[in-house]
């Protein structure tokens, strides 16, 4: 089930699609390509997302599931699956923004559009969430 709906999800969309989001037309991949703005890696398939982006589709979301149905039935594995899941999370960000900044410091390049909104409310905005609650969460 969770397969067959994975098209319908913005980062099963982006695993799925990644070599047409920058011609499609979709309202999907106008959401991609509007984000995009702020991080130009998910317009040219770039090994590195594509490989986050799957790891977040496939694994971590599943973890999350696993992790709301031992909460929700109140298994002690919850605790576990928890401290697992915003670990990861953690990590992918730190990755995320690792790879972007060491790119701009050793190339110049930047992925991201100097504007107000792109960078601080799409590039750290949007992503601060996977910090500040995987982070509340594990401690």
Known sequence: ?????????????????????????????????????????????????????SITVFIWGPLCLANAIATARNSPSRHALRIIACMAHLYGVALYYATSQCEFYFTGRSHSRPEFVYFWVYYVGFNLPWVIVPAFLGS
Request: hydrophobic share 45%; glycine share 2%.
């Open 1 to 53: 089930m969770a397969l067959l709906s994975l098209p319908l999800e913005p980062k099963g969309y982006f695993v799925l699609n990644h070599t047409t989001i920058a011609s499609s037309q979709s309202l999907l991949a106008q959401l991609w390509k509007e984000y995009a703005l702020s991080d130009s890696r998910y317009l040219v398939s770039d090994f590195f997302m594509l490989s986050v982006e």
